[in-house]
């Protein structure tokens, strides 16, 4: 029988994961994958716009003139260049849509864990007013708010975060609330730490890994809701380039020029396709290597 | 013929690590072999291997299973389904989530029997009577809820035993009940084996329960049969050094003994050793027991011991003799108490938990509290240290009133009383590292930072022996024991006057508890107050002054731990202590009456 002797004491993990969070993240083959889309639309955002051709308010051609003539992939209803206008559009829908999730997160967390944490009355209180928020619809809200005070990108952002807050605030209450049972956490109280303290140091660090889905899951929606907004005519308002406004712009003229429609509604899908596996790959990852106590 | 026969069965991880290496005995119809070892040992998935059954990641990779002339392990999967229905019983260690909430006690008895449920009624009625069960049609149509722990577990038991199987293999059946059910189940247990001819394999990680259900008695380590021979054998002569020190760190309710814990930490599953498994941890190693795995060689005594050396073992071994200790006397009397409490209530919601709780803790004493589940022990430390929402009562410390609620406890008194928790996987912060862990109290208090704190820090770890290059560790990658220890050292770090530890001990192996408990013995001994919350007579007796023993939320009796535990006055104590199981060991019977 081959036998070899035990490595020193207390040093018998066998295959520990990597010890480093991100580089255990990356393990898996779906996050790697989501984490590439993810990032090569990012890029594609914020460097397209010094990449395009043409200037994307320029008209070039007739209306859906087809490719050629300078222009790669032909022009769109106002007869401007394709091209330019798919590369300079994903700058505004990225910032916005990350300040939102940013925002929306933020407040969301804040609530959940207040709430989680004070209970009684105060939690009573603040879940209501969270039910309250969630029976209004994001978009018709959005779009109530907008046709009253006009459109501007921050007011959508902060209208998209609080769109996005009560079903933040939900979640984290519910994963905060065992945590506050947690023994560690009595032992902060016992000991008189401050709020802050027990908020920050011994209940967010364990709650990251839904905190991390949900923040992925929501940078996705309000991806979505702002092209969703943009497609409807209260977000990003002409001349202006964005996704979501291109297909509505360029809709009537799906049979002759699809392009015009169909590349916009890609990167919208890439960006959130590529987020979501991002997200609930980290999440899977942390929840098997560290969500188990032993 | 023999029952059941095992041989050579061996149980692997997919990695190729083995779990369960070469384990072989055999049984009669009727005997019980007790199986005991310490997390880790491997004892459970031999259990499971004795099903022809092994967890996802670890396959049986050689050996035998006969039961009742049949080899299970060399039958199909559909083949094994039916001998398992027919020759094996199993009962698992959490009765609560092993029966099916959704379904009657009655379906459940009969649904793994052959036949229809008609004519397996009466078989079932007279199995629930042996059990010690109601067996009329009511009780028959109740749920599994509706049900105490004792009453599922007894269920379960109804459920293995009903068939007749030829084997019964019980998983830490006891594990989660009081001490009381325990004593019954098992003496039931025992009882239906021998009636109906049926051998069992009892897995159990307390010696005490062992020695009172098994014939035989096998002691496992690291996937190896350590040990193996008649109870007697195994435990009134032990051979092999770990048995020894296994018995050694057992706490005793009927002395107040020193405990013994094993130096070094049990190996992982499935570590690799070149040598004799224990050697690392053992007294009496030298070089050739590194060399090469030692067989089971017959113990001079009758069993069969796996050490090359049992013979010096044997000899030197009875030259260890245990002082009782004596209790500390120099205690002043009449200084104020550092906490006493009058008049106690809690309740939670509109049901009270706790009637008119009083006691007094002297400065260097050691107050244990024993109750058994249900007995508010839990809800009165919480009181104590101001968690519990609803409560009542007076509490002083120093002489000085104590508010009830930790609200409005000033930062002085947080920190002369500190808390530890039973469950030492949860009371460590698992994103700080050890040494994080035991700084954030410090900066609190003393607002010491930086290298200040660092150094305090590591006078505490030292202090309960975590050596400081484990310091920058996370809780994750620390034995149960250590994270208790670490726990402690952050309540020391405080500086307390008072430590409440609610049943630090109960989630750890006795070797470990050992240490635990002499690491509490000796901080008493630096002048450390303490109340200590247990569920264990025997505990108490090692490391309690006074005792107070609860029952529904009332004190039935109080004093020295000496009095009470030998001459108890209330029936209660008295039962308890009754059905507290004891490993008999030859020490006990020579030493002297403690004083």
Redesign the interface.
Known sequence: ?I????RE??E???QAPPKNLTRRVLTSRQTRLGLIMLLTMIVFAIVGPFLAPHSPTAVMAKPYAPPGDGLLLGADSLGRDIVSRILSGGANLTWMAIAATALGVALGTTIGLVAAFAGGIVDMLLMRVVDVLLTFPTIIMAILFISMVGPSRWILVVLVAIGLTPGMARVMRGSARPVMR???V????????SSR?ILM??VL??V?SPLMVEIGLRLMWSVVGLASLSFLGFGVQPPASDWGLMVSENKDGLAIQPLAVFIPAVCVALFTIGGNLFAEGAARVIGRT?GT?? | MNAVEVTGLTVALD?G?VIVDDVSFALESGQVMGLVGESGSGKSTVALALLGFAKRGANIVGGKVVVGGVDLLALGRNELREARKKLIGFVPQDPATALNPAMRIGTQLTEGMLGGRKENLPRIREVLKAVGLPSDDAFLRRHPQELSGGQQQRVAIAMAVSKGPKLIVFDEPTTGLDVSTQARVLEMVGRLCSDNGMAAVFVSHDLAVVGAVGDLVTVMYAGQVLETGTRDEVLLTAAHPYSIALLESVPSTRQRLPLVPIP??S??A??????CVFA?RCAYAEDRCREA?PALVTAPTGGAARCVRVEHVRQNQTCQVKEPLRRIESREEGRASVLSVRNLNASYDRTQVLFDLSFDVAPGECVGIVGESGSGKTTMSRCL???HESQTGVMEMDGKPLPLR?RD?S?AI??Q???V???P????????TVATSVM??LK??YGDRGKAARAKAQEALERVEIPWR?ADRYP??LSGGQRQRV?IA?ALA?DPKLLICDEVTSGLDVSVQASVVELLRSLQNDGLSMVFITHDLAVVRSIGDRVVVLSQGRVVESGEVESVLSAPEHAYTRGLLADTLEVDRPDAETSEVPG
Request: aromatic fraction near 8%.
């Open positions: 029988m036998r070899t002797r035990p004491q207390g018998q993990e066998v947690r023994e560690h009595m032992w902060a109280r016992t000991v008189g730490l303290h140091r011994e660090p364990s990251t560290e106590r032993s | 990695d690590s070094g930490r190996p992982a499935g570590a690799k050793f070149e040598g690392d795995v240290i101001g968690l930790l406890r930062k947080k920190q009383m500190q808390y928790f039973q469950n996987y949860g009371s460590l912060n698992p994103r700080e954030v109290p609190h208090f484990l994750a990658e726990a952050r405080c």
